[in-house]
Each structure stands twice: as C-alpha cells, then as structure tokens.
C-alpha cells in the first residue's frame, strides 16, 4: 500500500522500484525481491516526477507548489531545494496541473545536468550541477509537463500540454529542433530506440 502514489521510476540493474507518496511527501524504495518497502527519503511536500542517479546515491524531485526542484542525498536525507525565478503559473495551464509550477524533471545521460520544465515561462530550464548555475532557459510551448531523454542523449522531449505539441531539444546545443502536433493535452512521453531494419 501507498498513499496517493503519482509516479515509480526502476533502476538499471532492475532491483528496485522508486514510489513517491504525494499525500506523505517521501519517495519510497520497494526491494523487488522481497516486494516490500525497505527504504524511504523525504521530499518534502507533494513529490512530483523524480529522477535517480546512477548510482543511487541523488535523487531530484518537483515538488507540488514550488518552482524549481530539490536534491535529495540519499544516503544522509540532506534535501537542498533549487529555486527558479518567474512569473506566476499562467491559468491556462492551472486546468492541466493546478499547483504545478514546476512538473517534469529529467537527469542528463552524463549526469552532469537536471532538466526541469516551468509552466511560468513555457520553457525548459537546465541547471549545471557542477557549477550549481541556471544555463538561458529554452523556450518550448504553453504548459510544458513532461521531459524524456532519448537513450543515446543527444536529445531531450518535451510535452507541451497547453500547446498540443512535443518539442525535440538538442542536447548538446540546447537548441529546439521540431515542435511536434501530436493531439489534446499530451502529458507522459517515451524517447526510444527504434531499430532501422
């Protein structure tokens, strides 16, 4: 059992299952091989999507209500909130995720950025971990909601759910490259490897 569970993400080597509990404000391990929850890290209030590190070690969250994201240790439960600056959440995108300044959070294939989207600008934000700096945010379309990473991170997805599309970013260049139609309201989305043959 989970209270008000939103998202769970899996790790590389398929052990573990990661389940936020907005209603508790923490992100629970589940052991795959027990089916049980044996590890727990405070968030703070109404997690939204996350993201691991490789290595277990850092996990980064939006959070319900706050602009920006926040850095979890997870190995000594530090949280670290990240702020961004802005104008407040437009109300057309209150219909698609009311409270939800900030929604999708996506880690770079090298690990070295996060990637948040901010319904207030309708933009993509990249912050460099190493310097702890905000790079020139990236403009996408109203309402943007989820980021996915294609496999080989040359480029970052967007859904823009006030706008109907999915924005392609390069990665390396932080440049848009297509704006997609893709139908109402689009929010999840999967970047994957499709074989040529």
């Known amino acids: 059992p989970l209270r008000f569970p939103h998202n769970c993400f899996g790790t590389d080597s398929n052990q573990f299952l990661y389940c936020e509990s907005r209603a508790t404000g923490q992100i629970y391990r589940l052991n795959l091989n027990t089916m049980s929850f044996d590890r727990d890290f405070a968030t703070g209030p109404d997690p939204r999507p996350f993201a691991i590190a ?3 070690k850092t ?4 959070l319900g209500g706050f602009h920006g994201f926040a850095i979890v240790n997870m190995e000594n439960k530090y949280v670290e909130r990240v702020p961004l600056s802005g104008p407040p959440e437009p109300p057309i995108c209150q219909k698609y995720e009311p409270n939800t300044p900030t ?6 294939s090298n690990g070295r ?7 207030d600008d309708a933009s993509l934000h990249v912050y460099d971990l190493a310097t702890k700096r905000w790079l020139q945010p990236i403009h996408t379309g109203a309402c943007p909601n989820w980021i996915s990473i294609t496999p080989n991170g040359k480029y970052v997805t967007v859904s823009n759910c006030g706008a109907n599309t999915v924005s392609i970013i390069d990665a390396h260049s932080k440049k848009v490259v297509a704006n997609i139609k893709v139908g109402d309201v689009p929010k999840r989305l999967l970047a994957i490897g499709v074989p040529g043959s």
């Open 113 to 119: 950025e996060v990637w948040v989207t901010s319904m």
């Open 103 to 108: 929604h999708g959070v996506a880690l770079s």
């Open 59 to 62: 996990l980064y969250t939006a």
């Open 54 to 56: 490789p290595d277990a």
